[in-house]
């Protein structure tokens, strides 16, 4: 089977890159990075090789080092793969070097003007490779089964920082004006791994190895809110095994950024929204942590198996939280998880071939297929087969799992093979057919009871019947406890009540942005006025998808809200990052038939 990954035009019948070489110059006039990237095959390879790209400019491939010319085609611009680049290697290539540069609106990559950072100054350049950006930055086999390291010259204008997925080298000036880092990532990792960010930062060390980058205005806040992390490592290790990836950096981008965080190794990407100035949201950071062990040192081959990253992870995520917090925070966090898992089977409830875990994407656009169900339904897999396992045996499962497949990209069915290998006949007793290959939550699913999660869940079933929180007492609910209550709460409700949660709650004005859209969700979709410039606020400058797209939702519920959405989107589109203008974009054509 030469392809195997729906996403990619990866051959696994042609040479495989091992590595890349990248010289690259982020041009921030004409918003293109531009340059030579070198693909370094693990033997002498010649004949045809295929390579994604998407939006790329192609001007010369030929054997490194100023050898033979390497033919090359373009393909057909197909919808979701991109164009396939087909070159003719020469007889004898250890490596090809390509010449190239990227386009303006590469969906890996968003170019922010200066107005859209906090320092309003300077421009600044991020990009987001998963699902199947990477080929948007540059030609490569973009699949993850075809793991690379890679060495980067990146050359930003002067005063300006560049940080990647990868351990810094050095810095120097270059021709006047310019700087050039160097970087190095000495493990292979799947491209989607590929992460590079430019802009103004200033870093503050948290630990021997662990640093928080940021803009100069942000930085000390993100020092403080993120100072536990050298803790969580530890934690981690304990749980996990070593941490195999030398330091652990992590960087607060601007608003836009559409996810709230991405596991690139030696430098996690974060949104701001994480700076709620309580450390409240700091379980995002042991998430993307613990993809340091699941995902980025045992991957899924491919967005087919994307569960055995996310489900994983999530499951890893609550283990943290259990050992740092105590098991009834890691039992809200289950809470909250399983209303995420409603929402989005309920969303998918025409589409269930998604909500399998072992899902089938051929002509399905990865980032289509993204939702709650890989995290919270795969996590809740990764529960059953635990307690079926015993949690002590699973432990030592989890560590030899680690061992076995490290710095490797594996399938469901190689995960099931290794599965049955140390627990014989596990799977079958959890029902594991189902779990992988049927749509929704098996009846048996784990459930995650505790007392708090009951006293909250019928206190917001009660708001029906007049049942009111204590205002003062709510003052002393964890924040947790407050977004479990309110996702639990009716989802539209009158005037008076709106009035009421936000005059005794004070929700507008929380920092805490979970627990702020939340409610905005709520009075959004209630049509309660009284919120909408706190939601046209959040929707001109939050580019968090998981935040962006309820929002839009609630906001379609009523006319007024539907204008206010209009109005918004109007506005600011053209500073919203690809991906999450086509969410917003998605939500609001189903308001089509309405005023
Ligand atoms: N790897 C994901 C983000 C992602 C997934 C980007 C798929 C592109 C395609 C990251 O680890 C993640 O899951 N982020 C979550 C954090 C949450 C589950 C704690 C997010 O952004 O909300
Ligand atoms: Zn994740």
Redesign the pocket.
């Known amino acids: 089977m030469p392809r195997i990954d729906p996403h990619s035009y990866f051959d696994d019948a042609q040479p495989r890159a091992r590595s890349w070489s990248l010289r690259l110059c982020v041009d921030f006039g004409r918003k293109v990075i531009y340059g030579e990237a070198t693909l370094v095959f693990a033997s002498a390879a010649s004949g045809v090789l295929d390579l994604d790209t998407k939006g790329l400019t192609i001007r010369r491939a030929a054997a490194a080092g100023g050898g033979a010319a390497a033919p090359f085609e373009l393909g057909p611009e197909e919808p979701i793969l991109g164009r396939r680049l087909r070159l003719r290697l020469p007889a004898e290539t250890s490596a090809v070097s390509i010449s190239y540069e990227t386009s303006p609106e590469a969906v890996g990559l968003q170019w922010l003007a200066p107005e859209q950072t906090e320092g309003k100054k300077h421009p600044f350049l991020f990009s987001?490779c998963?699902?199947i950006h990477a080929r948007s930055i540059l030609p490569c086999q973009d699949s993850a089964v075809a793991r690379v390291s890679y060495v980067a010259e990146v050359t930003v204008p002067e005063g300006l920082t560049a940080v990647m997925s990868a351990g810094p080298e050095g810095d120097a000036p270059a021709e006047a004006g310019w700087r050039t880092f160097r970087f190095r990532m000495p493990q292979p990792i799947p491209s989607y791994l590929f992460a590079l960010a430019v802009g103004e930062l200033e870093g503050r060390d948290l630990s021997h190895r662990c640093r928080v980058w940021a803009e100069p205005a942000t930085v000390e806040k993100a020092a403080e809110e993120f100072s536990g992390t050298e803790g969580m490592i530890a934690c981690a290790e304990s749980l996990f095994g070593p941490y195999d990836w030398d330091r652990y950096d992590m960087l607060v981008l601007p608003p836009s950024f559409p996810?709230?965080?991405?596991?690139n190794p030696r430098m996690t990407f974060l949104t701001p929204t994480l700076l709620a100035g309580d450390k409240s949201l700091v379980?995002?950071v042991a998430?993307?942590l613990a993809?340091s062990w699941t995902g980025n040192l045992v991957t899924n081959a491919t967005a087919e198996h994307f569960w055995l990253?996310?489900g994983f992870?999530?499951w890893a995520?609550r283990r943290i939280l259990a050992a740092l917090k105590g098991p009834e925070a890691a039992a809200l966090a289950w809470g909250v998880g399983q209303k995420d898992l409603e929402e989005a089977l309920e969303r998918f409830r025409d589409k269930p071939e998604l909500t399998l875990l072992r899902t089938h994407l051929a002509g399905v656009d990865p980032d289509d297929a993204?939702s709650g169900v890989p995290?919270e339904k795969g996590a809740r897999f990764v529960v059953a087969l635990e307690r079926a396992a015993g949690p002590a045996e699973f432990d030592l499962f989890v560590k030899a799992y680690m061992k076995r497949f490290r710095f490797q990209s594996i399938t469901t069915e190689q995960f099931c093979d290794f599965i049955e290998e140390i627990f014989p006949g596990l799977l079958a007793s959890v029902g594991a057919a189902s779990w992988l290959n049927e749509p929704g939550l098996p009846d048996d699913a784990p459930r995650f009871v505790c007392r708090r999660l009951e006293e909250l869940s019928a206190l917001a079933e009660g708001w029906k019947s007049g049942r009111r929180p204590d205002p003062a007492q709510v003052l002393t609910w964890r924040p947790t406890e407050l977004l479990l209550y309110l996702q639990r709460l009716p989802r539209v409700m009158s005037r008076e009540d709106c009035a009421w949660l936000d005059g005794n709650l004070g929700l507008t004005g929380r920092g805490n942005h979970e627990i702020l859209v939340q409610w905005l969700c709520i009075a959004a979709a209630s049509g309660y006025e009284p919120v909408f410039e706190r939601a046209r606020l959040l929707l001109s400058t939050v580019g968090r998808m998981?935040y962006v797209r309820p929002l839009y939702g609630a906001l379609g519920k009523t006319a007024p809200g539907r204008k206010l959405a209009r109005e918004v989107f109007a506005a600011a589109a053209p500073t919203y990052h690809a991906l999450t203008r086509r969410v917003a974009e998605t939500v609001m054509a189903g308001y089509e038939t309405q005023a």
């Open positions: 987001q998963q699902a996810y709230g965080g991405m596991e379980d995002v998430h993307e993809h990253n996310e992870t999530v995520e993204f995290y998981k």
